[in-house]
């Protein structure tokens, strides 16, 4: 059974960094194929896609936000993490990891972790 | 990026109706598109990759459509369970990117 869970603050004051992980279980990243994407959505609004990982260590960004973000993996814990730096009140939303497999897109999500940034 | 367009943004529909959701994307994407289901307060759920595969567990009211650049999610006939907020997204190219959503309501 695959399940994935976000997990970090629930409230940042703006310029802070911001640190998010993910555990997840019922797959490994070090298998080949496996990928973990992390997914963004403000209150009522749209999903946004922002990163992700590969079992290969491979790395992709949103072009918009690559300069802010960093996604690392520590396999043997099943965790990836999202850093995201310089954090503004228009980041506030929900955050979400979800496995990618390739042909199968994003099947598995955690249910979001709702970051508020606010001083 | 490749933009994603859904139509409509919003559709007023009735329990029982056949439901037609519009994608396109900027540039050709294949067939590399998914559709998500997300309701209120939840996470998004696949209903389909690869635009026509049905994913395991997904109703069969629920079929994709399309390749290149146009893509379409139908419901065959529309269940009190399927008034939700519905995203394409495609995965040929990074950024992968989604579309603004279709938001189904109860006429």
């Known amino acids: 059974q695959v399940t994935l869970r976000e997990s970090g603050p629930a409230l940042v004051k703006p310029t802070q960094t911001l640190t998010l992980t993910c555990t997840f279980s019922?797959?490994?990243?070090?298998?080949?194929?496996?990928?973990v994407s992390w997914i963004r959505q403000p209150p009522g609004k749209a999903l946004e896609w922002l990163a992700r990982?590969?079992?290969?260590?491979?790395?992709y960004y949103s072009t918009s936000l690559e300069t802010r973000l960093t996604i690392s993996k520590d396999t043997s814990k099943n965790q990836v993490i999202l850093t995201m730096t310089n954090m503004d009140p228009v980041d506030t939303g929900t955050y979400f990891c979800a496995r990618y497999t390739g042909v199968g897109a994003l099947d598995y999500w955690g249910q979001g972790t709702l970051v508020t940034v606010s001083s | 990026d490749i933009q994603m367009t859904q139509s409509p943004s919003t559709l007023s529909t009735s329990v029982g109706d056949r439901v037609t959701i519009t994608c396109r994307a900027s540039q050709t994407i294949s067939s590399w598109l998914a559709w998500y289901q997300q309701k209120p307060g939840r996470a998004p759920k696949l209903l389909i990759n690869?635009?026509?595969s049905l994913q395991s567990g997904v109703p069969s009211r629920f079929s994709g459509s399309g390749s290149g650049t146009e893509f379409t999610l139908t419901i065959s006939s529309l269940q009190p369970e399927d008034f939700a907020t519905y995203y394409c997204q495609q995965y040929n190219t990074y950024p992968y990117t989604f579309g603004q959503g279709t938001q189904l309501e109860i006429k």
């Open positions: 690869k635009a026509s």
């Open positions: 990982i590969d079992w290969d260590d491979d790395k």
């Open positions: 019922g797959f490994s990243l070090s298998t080949s194929g496996m990928c």
